[in-house]
């Protein structure tokens, strides 16, 4: 049965999704608003909303789950050779945080193959962007020549991160950010981006399916876990909070 919730409600736990004999498996809860407190505490618990307009907010947590695991980054030649000459280029730059409202704007309106519409609508958006505010969500981006050409937003917490969406206005513009996202969680030690739902696109790049249950128990040892000083070049006794693009983690994927 579907737990319903408002405002002052805490969170039901993940396991208690629906099965997938029903008609949404993986939906947790249904109610509520999407604000900054209550992604924080969803997200801890690996659930995340998605809905569409006129529907309830929707808590989601799918069973398995996809996740890339940054040590199994899948590096093409022709994606290399992309982000070797990308980086070499002059105008050519990526950011990280330099301009979160607008890639996340682009990612709720940049239109996608097979999809009607978007679920980040105004108020998704509203609540991020204040989450965002708040140090907990980051954008990495892909510039040529002063213009946004594509990009990411994702959430940090502890030694996790959860890829949220991406768009690109030219070819290959959201798998350089997500590169980008890639060397950055292996300069800070974060293992696994969560990826939430399957696609062939992520799964060329070497994401791959998760039991839930799996997935929850990495979540436990993670999200408010300190950093394995032997993952990272300069050790740190605290989960990353600095996001800043550093240009050195390049070199952690061989470039």
């Not at 513009?173 to 974060?190: E, F, W, Y």
Request: charged residues 20%.
């Amino acid at each position: 049965m579907l737990t319903w919730i408002d405002d002052t409600s805490p969170m039901p736990p993940a396991t208690l999704a629906l099965g997938p004999d029903s008609d949404a498996p993986g939906l947790v809860a249904a109610g509520g608003r999407v604000t900054p407190q209550r992604l924080e505490e969803a997200y801890r618990l690996g659930i995340f909303p998605w809905y569409g307009p006129g529907q309830p907010v929707l808590w989601w947590s799918p069973d398995p789950r996809m996740v890339l695991p940054v040590a199994e980054f899948r590096l093409s030649h022709s994606l290399r050779k992309t982000l070797r000459r990308f980086l070499r280029t002059p105008g050519c730059e990526v950011r990280f945080d330099s301009d979160f409202r607008a890639v996340i704007q682009a990612c709720a309106h940049t239109p996608r193959a097979g999809q009607d519409g978007t679920w980040i609508m105004p108020s998704v958006l509203a609540a991020y962007a204040e989450w965002h505010d708040a140090g907990r969500v980051h954008s990495a981006e892909t510039w040529v020549n002063g213009e946004l050409v594509g990009g990411l937003y994702f959430v940090a917490i502890g030694r996790m991160a959860f890829g949220e969406s991406m768009f690109a206005h030219r070819t290959d513009a959201s798998k350089i950010a997500l590169a980008a996202l890639v060397a950055a969680c292996r300069a800070r030690g974060v293992p696994l981006v969560d990826c939430q739902q399957n696609t062939g696109h992520l799964a060329s790049l070497g994401a791959r399916e998760m039991p839930r249950e799996s997935f929850l128990a990495h979540l436990a040892t993670t999200v408010d876990a300190s950093l394995d000083a032997s993952l990272v070049a300069t050790p740190d006794t605290t989960a990353p909070r600095d996001w800043s693009y550093d240009e050195s983690a390049w070199a952690l994927l061989g470039l």
